[in-house]
């Protein structure tokens, strides 16, 4: 079958593209492998979809920040969100991340998808692009697994990373691509669990805290992020968590020693002066009634259970080097990483195909002429706050521009 355009994949990136370019008249295939599309927008932001952020600094990117400056001048931030609004979606925004107003994630997908219903748009679902080549007569064939091909002088890819493969994404575009000629970074997953060899967490299990915590790499602090902490019986969770695992998982994968030191009271300045003051105000209490209305009583056991003290113990007889080291924990409970929870609980992929190959203002092919290759198939990643989503749109956007302009 022939086309003007195959765009591969039919996730944030590709849906983005298809309803950008839905009403150009210009003959458009899009090819999902499940048997429905935006499967992955319908599981973000818990199923409110948090599409955007008020503050898109492309610092945030890492690395990747130039790319994403480039393209963000191309097609800034409010363009995005006028896109949206033009295809008649409301907005709002809670603490900077910004919502489809409903705070339903089904609100974003049903107005891409309104938007590509266009008779010259055909989608096939539950069809996998199996091989993408350059056409002998100009152009690419696209080989689907049902053993069909298509063919179209233009080919935009956006069949994302590895992570969450139960969402229809394995790697799979990225080897694609790879196949071609492209070359990819090594991946790694990012905003996800951590993986700790700690003894005291599985009593831990269930306990949250608001937390400041440093990674720290090869004895060297390397990042801090505060927030809520989940202790699980592998590990940890929580938004502050997912922030650091990406580099701690490249910190792993280098074989480098990586710890989380957890500082469990980080509005107190000075927790010894805060500890003495409490056992002087409370002399009679036991060294686990102290923490009441403190820490959660699991919590405060396993801290007196590191610290070798005695829940029973009355806190007016602690020895100074016992006050200390339940300071020390207090401050910073050391808990070593030995992994991260893995592509399969992982939102996003760091790594992918190589950023120079890629042009930032069209998202073209630097390698080859109609290719276009967008969202989480390339090697940029952003924090948790809606940059993941946001990065995706863009290039869309911007490589649905390009198109249309050579028209
Ligand atoms: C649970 C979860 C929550 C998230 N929440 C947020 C959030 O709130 N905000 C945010 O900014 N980011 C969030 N993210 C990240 C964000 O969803 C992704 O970064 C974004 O969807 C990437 O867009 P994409 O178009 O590149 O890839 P995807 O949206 O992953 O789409 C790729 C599509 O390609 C299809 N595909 C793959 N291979 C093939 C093939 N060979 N043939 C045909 N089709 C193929 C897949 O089935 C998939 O539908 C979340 C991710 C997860 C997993």
Request: aromatic content about 6%; proline content about 4%; some cysteine.
């Amino acid at each position: 079958m022939h086309f003007d355009c195959i765009i591969l994949g039919g996730g944030a990136a590709g849906l983005t593209a298809c309803a950008a370019l839905a009403g150009s008249g210009l003959r458009i295939a899009l090819v999902e492998r499940l048997d429905r599309v935006g499967k992955k927008i319908m599981a973000s932001g818990n199923g409110r979809c948090n599409l955007s952020n008020e503050n898109m600094n492309p610092a945030f990117y890492g690395g990747a920040a130039s790319f994403v400056d480039t393209l963000y001048r191309q097609v800034p931030p409010g363009d995005v969100l006028g896109f949206f609004s033009g295809l008649g979606l409301m907005t709002c925004s809670e603490d900077g991340r910004i919502y489809p107003r409903t705070l339903m994630a089904s609100s974003v997908l049903d107005v891409l998808r309104a938007a590509c219903e266009s008779e010259n748009v055909t989608i096939l679902t539950g069809q996998e692009a199996v091989s993408l080549t350059p056409s002998r007569r100009g152009g690419w064939s696209v080989q689907l697994s049902s053993g069909e091909g298509l063919f179209a002088p233009t080919v935009l890819c956006a069949m994302g990373g590895s992570a969450s493969p139960h969402l229809g994404t394995d790697g799979a575009g990225i080897r694609l691509l790879e196949t071609l000629g492209h070359s990819a970074c090594r991946q790694f997953p990012a905003l996800v669990q951590l993986r700790c060899d700690h003894g005291a967490l599985r009593s831990l299990k269930g306990v949250r805290i608001q937390a400041a915590l440093t990674l720290e790499i090869g004895g060297k602090p390397a990042a801090r992020e505060t927030g809520e902490l989940l202790f699980t019986d592998y590990g940890v969770s929580g938004v502050c968590v997912f922030q650091l695992s990406g580099l701690a998982a490249q910190a792993l994968d280098a074989r480098k020693r990586v710890r989380l030191l957890v500082n469990l009271l980080p509005e107190i300045l000075n927790v010894s002066t805060w500890f003495r003051e409490r056992i002087t105000a409370r002399p009679d209490h036991s060294a686990l009634s102290i923490f009441t209305g403190v820490f959660p009583r699991l919590l405060s056991m396993a801290l007196l259970k590191q610290s070798g003290i005695s829940p029973e113990m009355q806190v007016s007889c602690l020895h100074e080097d016992q006050i200390r080291a339940i300071c020390d924990y207090i401050s910073a409970f050391a808990l070593p990483v030995i992994g991260t929870q893995g592509f399969k609980n992982a939102q996003v992929t760091r790594g992918g195909i190589a950023l120079a190959e890629v042009d930032p203002r069209t998202m073209a092919s630097r390698l080859f002429d109609g290719l276009y290759i967008l969202g989480e198939t390339l090697d940029a990643d952003g924090p948790c706050g809606g940059y993941n989503l946001h990065f995706a749109f863009a290039g869309a956007l911007a490589a649905a521009k390009d198109i249309l302009s050579r028209q």
